[in-house]
C-alpha cells in the first residue's frame, strides 16, 4: 500500500467533520430562539419545549393544577400577535373572548421560534420552595391540617387567600392547595387537606406523608386575596376544605383588629363535618364585628345540632341584609359557589366585590 489511501482516508473524515460542524452550526442557528415576557425580560430558548416547561425551567412558575395534561386549565398566557387558532386540547379552557385576545394553555403550545408573551406580573415572583413536613393532624375525619416547614428558600410571601402547587412526591402529580395559615408566619405553611375518594394526591397525603418527608412545593398564586385597601363589610361563605384561604384571610382581619363586619358562614352536612368551631367562636368573643354562621345540610339525630339547618344558600339568603357596599369572599365546590353569587347579587352586591376560588 502507498502514501495515497492513508492520505484520501484523511481527506475523507476531514471532509465528514466540517460538513458535521456546518449543520451543527447551522441546526445550532436555527434553534436559537428567544421568548419576550411583559416586553421586559428576554429568555434565549434552545430545543422545542412548551412554554410551560421552558419557563419552568428558568425559574418562573406558571399554575398547573395537572402538570400540563390540558386538564386544568390554569396555565394560560398571552401570546401577542396569535392568529387565533388553538389546539383542541385547549378548547375547553378557553372562551371566545380569551381566544380573539390570544390566550393559549402554556402546556400546549411549544416555543418554535421568537415568542412575545404576557403573563401576570405577579407570576414572576413565584417560586419553588424545598419544604418538610412538621406535622400532620386530623381536623375531620376526612380533613387533616398540614405543616410545611420551608427550607430552601426558608421563608415565603404570599397574601392572605393565594394558594401555592405542591409536587406529591414519588408520583408524577401536581395539586393545589390553598394557604391556611397567616402571611405573617413566613417560615411555615398550613394546608387543609379534604381527602377526594381514589384521588392521587389526597391518597398520598392521607396514607403514605410522613413527618420529615421533604415536599417541593410552587407559589404563591391566584387573585383571591384579602382586599386589604378596602372597608367594606365583608361576607365569606365556604364549604369543605373552603375553609383555608377564609381561616389566612380571617387571621389577618383579627390583626387588623376587625373593624370591618365580617360575617362567616360556613356549610357542612353533619356535625362530623365541622371543625375550628371553638377557633372561630373565640374569635367572636374577641372581636364584636365577627358573627360565625355554621350550618348543617344533614344533621343526624345524634349530632344535637341546635345551630342553623339548611342550604348554605338558604342561610345566607336569611341572614343577610342590603349588601351593596359589601365585599364577598367565596370558597368552596363550583356548585355551591355559583349557587351563593346568585344569592349574594339578589342581594344587590356589585359583581366586581365578589372574589371566589372554587375547587
Ligand atoms: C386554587 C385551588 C385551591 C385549592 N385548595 C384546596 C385546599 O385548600 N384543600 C383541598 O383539599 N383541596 C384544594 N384544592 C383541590 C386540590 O387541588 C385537588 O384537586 C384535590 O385535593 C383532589 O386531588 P387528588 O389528586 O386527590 O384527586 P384527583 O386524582 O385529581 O381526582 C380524583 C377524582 O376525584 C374528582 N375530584 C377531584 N376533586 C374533587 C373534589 N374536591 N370533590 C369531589 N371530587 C373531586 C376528580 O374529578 C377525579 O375524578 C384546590 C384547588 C384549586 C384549584
Ligand atoms: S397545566 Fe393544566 S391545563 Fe395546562
Known amino acids: 500500500m502507498g502514501w495515497e489511501l492513508p492520505v484520501v482516508l484523511i481527506g475523507i473524515l476531514v471532509i465528514i467533520s466540517l460538513v458535521l460542524i456546518g449543520v451543527e452550526k447551522l441546526l445550532g442557528n436555527e434553534s436559537e430562539k428567544a421568548i419576550t415576557i411583559n416586553g421586559e425580560l428576554k429568555i ?6 412548551t412554554v410551560l416547561n421552558t419557563l419552568a425551567a428558568e425559574k418562573i412558575f406558571l399554575p398547573s393544577a395537572c402538570g400540563g395534561k390540558a386538564t386544568c386549565g390554569f396555565c394560560k398566557f398571552k ?17 371566545e373572548e380569551e381566544r380573539l385576545d390570544g390566550i393559549r394553555l402554556s402546556c400546549q403550545v411549544k416555543v418554535k421560534g421568537d415568542m ?16 418538610t413536613i412538621t406535622s400532620i393532624e386530623d381536623l375531620t375525619h376526612d380533613i387533616k391540617l398540614v405543616r410545611f416547614k420551608l427550607i430552601d428558600p426558608d421563608h415565603i410571601d404570599f397574601l392572605p387567600g393565594q394558594y401555592i402547587q405542591l409536587k406529591v412526591p414519588g408520583i408524577d402529580v401536581i395539586r393545589a392547595y390553598s394557604i391556611a395559615s397567616n402571611p405573617k408566619i413566613k417560615d411555615e405553611l398550613e394546608l387543609i387537606i379534604r381527602l377526594v375518594p381514589k384521588g392521587a394526591a389526597t391518597s398520598f397525603v392521607f396514607r403514605a406523608l410522613e413527618l420529615k418527608d421533604k415536599v ?18 365583608i361576607i365569606c361563605i365556604a364549604g369543605g376544605s373552603g375553609k383555608a384561604p377564609i381561616r389566612s384571610i380571617l387571621s389577618v382581619l ?7 363586619k365580617v360575617k362567616y358562614f360556613f356549610g357542612a352536612k353533619t356535625k362530623k363535618d365541622l371543625y375550628y368551631t371553638e377557633e372561630f367562636r373565640e374569635l367572636e368573643k ?4 365577627f358573627q360565625y354562621i355554621p350550618a348543617l345540610s344533614e344533621p343526624l339525630p345524634d349530632d344535637e345540632w341546635d345551630g342553623d339547618v339548611g342550604l348554605i344558600t338558604e342561610i345566607v339568603d336569611k341572614y343577610t341584609g342590603d349588601l351593596s357596599q359589601a365585599e364577598a ?8 359557589i355559583n349557587a351563593c353569587i346568585k344569592v349574594l347579587k339578589d342581594h344587590d352586591i356589585e359583581e366586581e366585590n ?6
Open 44 to 49: 434565549p430558548v434552545k430545543g422545542e419545549d
Open 79 to 95: 401570546l401577542i400577535g396569535a392568529d387565533g387558532n388553538i389546539l383542541p386540547t385547549e378548547e375547553p379552557f378557553i372562551s
Open 116 to 131: 412575545d408573551i404576557e403573563i401576570p406580573r405577579e407570576l414572576m415572583t413565584a417560586k419553588e420552595y424545598v419544604t
Open 216 to 233: 417541593i412545593i410552587t407559589g404563591p398564586y391566584g387573585d383571591f386575596y384579602l382586599r386589604e385597601d378596602s372597608n367594606r363589610d
Open 254 to 260: 383579627a390583626d387588623q383588629g376587625m373593624t370591618r
Open 286 to 289: 374577641e372581636f364584636p364585628n
Open 329 to 336: 369572599y367565596l370558597c368552596g365546590s363550583p356548585g355551591m
Open 354 to 359: 365578589i372574589l371566589f376560588d372554587s375547587f
